[in-house]
């Protein structure tokens, strides 16, 4: 994990850069939920009152899960917990949101990823997935791992 963290933050030094990353990357996380769990997975066809987490975006969450599985099981745990966490968030806002909840989460999504944007002009070097998708899956982490070695766990 350590690896994967110190390529990412090679373009992650700019105290600027690093702020936007705090907001905008569990905003991208919380908006792409949000806008695949609008996408239903029929094949499961399960009634029950969880059903509303079997969707396109708890499909994405169990590969992401995956993923830092292979990698670290502490960072597992703790992406498994925000993920629920996202999944949760995003169920009560969809039953509580006023506007379009598509429309919401697609508008969150776009600013954030200018936000990400901005916050990598301002630091002059171009976001780590232009070299590895898998940065994609890193950039949450990254943000786990400060907060594991704020509380004094490893990871």
């Not at 990823?113 to 994609?136: A, C, R, T, Y």
């Amino acid at each position: 994990m350590q690896q994967w963290f110190d390529e990412y933050g090679e373009s992650h030094q700019n105290q600027v850069n690093k702020a936007f990353h705090w907001i905008c990357v569990p905003s991208i996380f919380f908006s792409l939920i949000g806008l695949l769990s609008t996408i239903p997975l029929p094949f499961l066809n399960y009634q029950g009152d969880n059903s509303t987490y079997l969707h396109v975006g708890s499909l994405l969450i169990a590969l992401g899960l995956i993923f830092y599985a292979r990698v670290s099981i502490p960072m597992f745990f703790g992406m498994a917990l925000f993920s629920y966490l996202v999944l949760f968030l995003n169920k009560r806002l969809g039953q509580s949101i006023e506007m379009n909840y598509a429309l919401f989460n697609f508008i969150l999504f776009a600013l954030a990823w200018v936000g990400q944007f901005i916050g990598h002009k301002i630091e002059g070097k171009k976001p780590s997935f232009f070299k590895d998708l898998q940065f994609l899956l890193i950039g949450p982490a990254w943000l786990m791992g400060f907060i594991y070695r704020k509380i004094g766990l490893k990871y």
